[in-house]
């Protein structure tokens, strides 16, 4: 995606899509000028967060580091977003891990293997004290990137066009469902297919899919998604995601230590108000949707139940066979149980 992007845009209007005309004054005004790209609209709940931790870095920086948020689809696609922070187009990303499966399989683990904990002190303890953050600084290092404090959203359902009654009702239907969510989904029969969260409502208004995942409810609600489709089934197909926040290495290299900790720090704030803020949200979001004829599925059967967990449990395994990165994250889960 990376080089579709350099070969479709020249160099000066690549430098307009991402904003670079910045005012001379503001680049004097700083030492580091950095560019933060996320996955999210402008005006949308998830955007204003990483809005807020631009503007925290700026702060505890004491305005020694400039952050401009760049949002969806602003010089930089959602599947193009982890290239181009490994390449310093971009200074700093928020990734949606499942778009990049392919370029770094740990992060699929990362984010959350279907029947994962929901929990998030034992996904802390996970993070800080069993040693996936070793794991991670070391798997996205491999890459030329540095890996900073994760945050953790809420539960991902699906959403569907039309009822799901049974497990056996997504059989054929096409799901917007990239990574390992995807790959849970085609063994209980469905087609996913992998689009970016701005593609989605278009997408189900014109029938390409027939349903989607966000990211968590906030996201359904964000993109109006109960507009086109109105049904949503009961189980979650993960209990909590986990997401990170990377930095190009060259431009981290620059910066001395105290700015290091600041940015450190601030990441560690975001993650903070990310959980605090979702919990809020997510309730907000469902209620929201209700009121505008949002439907849950029937209470699942103990068939439906299991099928659901047998989908999942043989993921483990595929995502460990993946690269070494994956493997080790997936010993540290096992030992754990």
């Known amino acids: 995606m990376f080089k ?22 503001d680049v004097s005004a700083a030492e580091h000028n950095w560019r933060f790209s996320n996955l999210y609209g402008r005006g949308t709940a998830f955007g204003e967060v990483y809005e807020s931790l631009a503007k925290n870095i700026e702060t505890m920086s004491e305005g020694r580091i400039k952050v401009q948020v760049l949002y969806s689809g602003e010089g930089v696609g959602t599947s193009g ?18 778009m990049h499966a392919g370029e770094l399989p740990a992060g699929v683990v990362e984010i959350g293997l279907p029947g994962g904990t929901d929990d998030p002190k034992e996904l802390q303890t996970l993070f800080h004290d069993k040693g996936w953050d070793k794991v991670l600084t070391k798997a996205y290092g491999s890459q030329g990137m540095v890996w900073l404090e994760p ?9 569907t066009k039309q009822p799901i009654n049974s497990v056996e009702d997504l059989k054929g239907l096409k799901i917007r469902a990239p990574g390992a969510y995807g790959k849970f989904l085609r063994n209980l029969g469905a087609s996913p297919v992998s689009l970016a969260w701005s593609e989605i409502y278009t997408s189900l208004a014109t029938g390409v899919i027939d349903g989607s995942i966000g ?16 049904y949503m089934y009961r189980l979650p197909l993960a209990g909590a995601q986990v997401l990170p926040i990377v930095v190009h290495r060259g431009a981290w290299k620059k910066l001395p230590d105290d700015l290091k900790a600041a940015v450190r720090k601030a990441t560690e704030v975001h993650a903070a108000d990310q959980l605090r803020l979702s919990k809020q949200w ?50 540290i889960l096992r030992n754990g149980q």
């Open 81 to 98: 977003l982890l290239g181009a922070v490994k390449s310093g187009l971009i200074t700093m990303g928020a990734p949606f891990q499942s």
């Open 4 to 25: 579709k992007i350099k070969k479709k845009l020249s160099t000066s209007a690549l430098a307009m899509a991402l904003g670079l005309s910045t005012v001379a004054a």
């Open 282 to 331: 997510e309730s907000e979001a469902v209620a929201e949707m209700e009121s505008k004829g949002l439907q849950w599925s029937p209470e699942p059967s103990d068939a439906d139940r299991e099928a659901w967990a047998t989908a999942g449990a043989g993921l483990w395994d595929e995502y460990a066979s993946k690269d070494k990165y994956s493997k080790q994250l997936i010993d």
């Open 151 to 159: 945050y953790i959203q809420p539960p991902v359902y699906v959403l």
């Open 215 to 230: 990211s968590n409810m906030i996201d359904h609600r964000d993109g109006n998604h109960v507009e086109v489709a109105k």
